[in-house]
């Protein structure tokens, strides 16, 4: 796949450093760094248009997360809508599953637009399973897609998981069409991010037994770190109220990485490398990563991911916490840095906004 170019978030004169965990700091840090971006998309969407955004990148690659920094940013909530194909297979099995009258009105609505060759019958069985999304075929997905968006009204859609395999490339460029927003722009939103990035993601996140609150004991620790003296390693304690600093731990089957997914990492791949060479869309180009020896000359310090190493003090009995540059080596073997959300989400601001100039 093509290198995606490096977008620099350095702005001159800007010496402030901003609190990106947190999300006033960052509506400012959007508005300090890309006012006019979001100005243009403001008038855009208030003006009553719409565009649709297909987000395409692998799994894990934070689709949903630019989606919700890309609203947050612009302010206008109630202009945009994210759906997921993956959240709309699950919602539409757990209804089938539920029974009553909404599983009714959900199979009479796909009995009555469903086109396709695969008996619909056999197809609605294999939500038993609730993890069929691979066996679904297209034409049940787009009309999944219908029903998602019935008695919708019209907004800017970013569409995550779609196209999801070879086949659905061809339907995805009529998109606009199957669901009457024919005068919509479209372009896909590209996600370049490194292998070894979602491999450790996987590798060091947990979760609270009780809450269920996810967090990663490398990159996303909470304000208490506990320490096991019989296997001298660390663990996090959930900071949620109720949960009482309980220790939170990794699902089964994290510490295989990305393993387990790796076909499925692959067909994304081929799916974007596919794309990429399609003539005709628009295209936004994300990275989540930048060169180590170009960080200090594009990026501010605190745009980088922190990552976390701990030491356990005898004398002091606690926990030494040190944050540092997460360092990794992106799918080229180049050392780089891994960007924190927002600054990426900044590129994707401004070029969306590049791209609506020209429908305006």
Not at 136 to 162: C, N, Q
Not at 204 to 209: A, E, H, I, N, S
Request: one cysteine or more.
């Amino acid at each position: 796949m093509r290198e995606f170019p490096i977008y620099k978030t350095r702005r001159d004169g800007l010496s402030r450093v901003f609190d990106l965990s947190d999300a006033s700091e960052r509506r400012e840090y959007f508005r300090a760094k890309a006012g006019t971006a979001i100005d243009i998309i403001r008038d855009y969407l208030a003006s009553g248009r719409t565009f649709v955004a297909y987000m395409i990148g692998k799994k894990s690659s934070g689709k949903g997360t630019y989606t919700k920094l890309f609203a947050e940013a612009v302010g206008l909530p109630d202009k945009i809508r994210h759906i997921s194909i993956g959240d709309t297979v699950r919602l539409a099995s757990e209804i089938l599953e539920g029974g009553g009258d909404e599983k009714d009105r959900l199979v009479d609505f796909l009995s009555k637009n469903y086109r396709g060759f695969q008996p619909l019958d056999e197809i609605l069985k294999s939500f038993e399973s609730r993890s069929t999304e691979k066996l679904i075929p297209t034409e049940l997905v787009l009309v999944l897609l219908k029903w998602a968006f019935r008695a919708e009204e019209k907004k800017t859609i970013f569409l995550d998981g779609f196209p999801r395999d070879l086949d659905q490339i061809s339907y995805s460029l009529f998109f606009r069409d199957l669901i009457g927003y024919r005068d919509d722009p479209d372009f896909f939103v590209f996600i370049d991010l490194p292998e070894m990035v979602i491999d450790e993601r996987m590798k060091t996140r947990v979760v609270c037994p009780s809450c269920q609150t996810p967090r990663n004991i490398r990159l996303l620790p909470t304000k208490e770190i506990g320490f096991d003296r019989a296997t001298k390693t660390f663990y996090l304690k959930c900071d949620e109220a109720g949960c009482n600093g309980v220790r939170m731990v990794a699902k089964e089957g994290d510490d295989k990485g990305i393993e387990p997914i790796r076909a499925r990492l692959l067909k994304d791949g081929e799916i974007m490398e596919k794309l990429l060479s399609l003539e005709g869309v628009p295209q936004v180009l994300l990275r989540n990563s930048i060169p180590a020896n170009k960080a200090a000359d594009h990026v501010e310090s605190y745009e980088i991911t922190p990552a976390y190493r701990y030491e356990w003090d005898e004398a002091k009995e606690e926990v030494m916490r040190y944050e540092e540059p997460w360092t990794i080596k992106d799918d080229r073997g180049a050392e780089s840095n891994s960007l924190l959300a927002p600054p990426v989400a900044l590129s994707f601001i401004e070029q969306v906004a590049d791209i609506l100039k020209g429908f305006m």
